[in-house]
């Protein structure tokens, strides 16, 4: 099972940085035996982007799914550590489909961020509650937490770092955010107000 592959943003995002950034998926929302990924999940299950296009394809929801599985088990962190000597990324970008389902899936990538502390991790993610007064996060663990959950009003807009959905670009810079549709680490950039523009 290749754990780590590149998305096309993420294959943009690259080129234009001159950097390697892979990515871990899992489920969008839900496997397909009904498990929720997405436990803080509200408002984006209407729009979710990963839910549709490539991630359609059932030899993408199987992968996906075989992923779900690996996570749960001992297994998943030294298989991760493996993959990453071998693909040798710059940054990992964990789930660009999914969430952390739990705070012990969650320490797993710390354990990983701790062991590779040359290669910078982040995620967008609506599992607050999992990060607020629980547990350390390592520097090389970039956080940005995505309105539109559950638990929005766990979210300090002024010193969070976190991410929010506009209609158009000129919306987003007047609203003060930063874009980062089309180079994903913008969104891990001194700006903590990361804007994404509606797809």
């Known amino acids: 099972m290749n754990l780590l592959t590149q ?40 729009y979710c982007y990963a839910q549709k296009g490539n991630y359609k394809y059932p030899s993408v929801i199987k992968g996906l799914n075989n992923r779900y599985e690996l996570s749960k088990t001992a297994d998943f962190v030294p298989q991760m550590n493996a993959t990453i000597i071998l ?22 990538w710390v354990d990983i961020a701790n062991t590779n502390k040359d290669v910078i991790f982040y995620a ?7 990060f ?14 995505s309105e539109g959950s559950k638990t929005d009003d766990l979210i ?3 010193f969070d770092r976190h991410a929010r959905i506009f209609k158009t670009s000129e919306e987003l810079i007047k609203a003060g955010y930063i874009d980062a549709s089309n180079n994903d680490l913008n969104a891990i950039q001194d700006n903590k107000k990361v804007g994404l523009v509606y797809h």
């Open 7 to 46: 998305n096309a943003k993420l294959k943009k995002t690259s080129e234009i940085n001159k950097l390697r950034i892979l990515n871990f998926s899992l489920p969008a929302y839900k496997t397909i035996t009904g498990k929720t990924v997405c436990p803080f999940a509200k408002d984006c299950i209407k």
């Open 87 to 108: 693909q040798r990324p710059t940054h990992v970008r964990i789930h660009d489909s999914g969430d952390f389902y739990s705070i012990e899936y969650l320490l797993k």
């Open 124 to 130: 967008y993610t609506k599992s607050i509650k999992f």
């Open 132 to 145: 607020k007064g629980v547990i350390n996060i390592p520097k090389n663990l970039k956080i940005i937490f």
């Open 156 to 158: 300090n807009a002024r």
